[in-house]
């Protein structure tokens, strides 16, 4: 599997990404703006840089830049897409079949919950998308899928509608089960559940679930 590490500029846990870079192999990794700083204190060597690099260090940039093995998007402050949607769009391009972001969470709200739509775009092109802290794991689901105890990020798992609803939702293994369960909007049934089982199984037949894999 083509797997592809996006460093965005939010709030990241330097001890957590220097264990995280240590235990995965990514095919190519891709800096975002002030994510490139990042990297660098991690001593990792990016493949593209992106963004308009208004919160980057401009002497780091410079020396990024000047690397003719390294990519450079460099796009103007005045435009339509985020700069880590530009990443993602790239990441897309390239035939990546899982993305991963780090630091996409933490700092403004509005750049937050804007990196969780990257998932969703990601998953409208059948790639596995994840952002990722030290305290939760992220991803979208459109359909039913089991989760296994041995590889869960944590104890917790919070279910939460993308759509407006999700139909018929079956949760087997948790704490907490539930059958063929409308899941809508609004409501807070899903949040904090429990693993059990060492398999848990997910079901549902229409829409998209937000799933949070948390440790406290």
């Given at each position: 599997?083509k797997?592809?590490?996006?460093?965005?500029?939010?709030?990241?846990?330097?001890?957590?990404?220097k264990?995280?870079?240590?235990?995965n192999?990514?095919?190519?990794?891709?800096?975002?703006?002030?994510?490139?700083?990042?990297?660098?204190?991690?001593?990792?060597?990016?493949?593209?840089?992106?963004?308009?690099?208004?919160?980057?260090?401009?002497?780091?940039?410079?020396?990024?830049?000047?690397?003719?093995?390294?990519q450079?998007?460099?796009?103007?402050?005045?435009?339509?897409?985020?700069?880590?949607?530009?990443?993602?769009?790239?990441?897309?391009?390239?035939?990546?079949?899982?993305?991963?972001?780090?630091?996409?969470?933490?700092?403004?709200?509005?750049?937050?919950?804007?990196?969780?739509?990257?998932?969703?775009?990601?998953?409208?092109?059948?790639?596995?998308?994840?952002?990722?802290?030290?305290?939760?794991?992220?991803?979208?689901?459109?359909?039913?899928?089991?989760?296994?105890?041995?590889?869960?990020?944590?104890?917790?798992?919070?279910?939460?509608?993308?759509?407006?609803?999700?139909?018929?939702?079956?949760l087997?293994?948790?704490?907490?089960?539930?059958?063929?369960?409308?899941?809508?909007?609004?409501?807070?049934?899903?949040?904090?559940n429990?693993?059990?089982?060492?398999?848990?199984?997910?079901?549902?037949?229409?829409?998209?679930?937000?799933?949070?894999?948390?440790?406290?």
């Amino acid at each position: 599997m083509k797997r592809a590490l996006i460093f965005a500029g939010g709030s990241l846990n330097l001890e957590f990404a220097k264990q995280y870079t240590n235990h995965n192999v990514f095919d190519c990794l891709i800096a975002v703006d002030n994510g490139l700083s990042y990297m660098d204190q991690l001593g990792l060597k990016p493949d593209v840089i992106v963004g308009d690099f208004d919160t980057a260090d401009h002497q780091l940039v410079d020396k990024y830049k000047d690397l003719n093995s390294i990519q450079t998007i460099e796009l103007v402050p005045e435009k339509d897409e985020t700069d880590t949607e530009t990443a993602v769009d790239y990441a897309i391009r390239m035939g990546y079949e899982e993305v991963v972001l780090l630091g996409a969470m933490g700092g403004r709200f509005d750049h937050t919950l804007g990196n969780l739509h990257m998932l969703y775009r990601l998953l409208q092109h059948k790639i596995h998308g994840l952002m990722l802290d030290e305290k939760n794991q992220i991803y979208l689901k459109d359909s039913s899928f089991t989760l296994k105890k041995e590889t869960a990020f944590g104890t917790y798992v919070s279910l939460i509608p993308f759509t407006p609803t999700v139909e018929k939702l079956s949760l087997q293994g948790f704490k907490y089960p539930l059958h063929e369960f409308l899941l809508q909007s609004g409501v807070s049934i899903g949040i904090s559940n429990e693993i059990k089982d060492d398999n848990c199984e997910i079901t549902f037949e229409k829409g998209i679930l937000i799933i949070i894999e948390a440790q406290d």
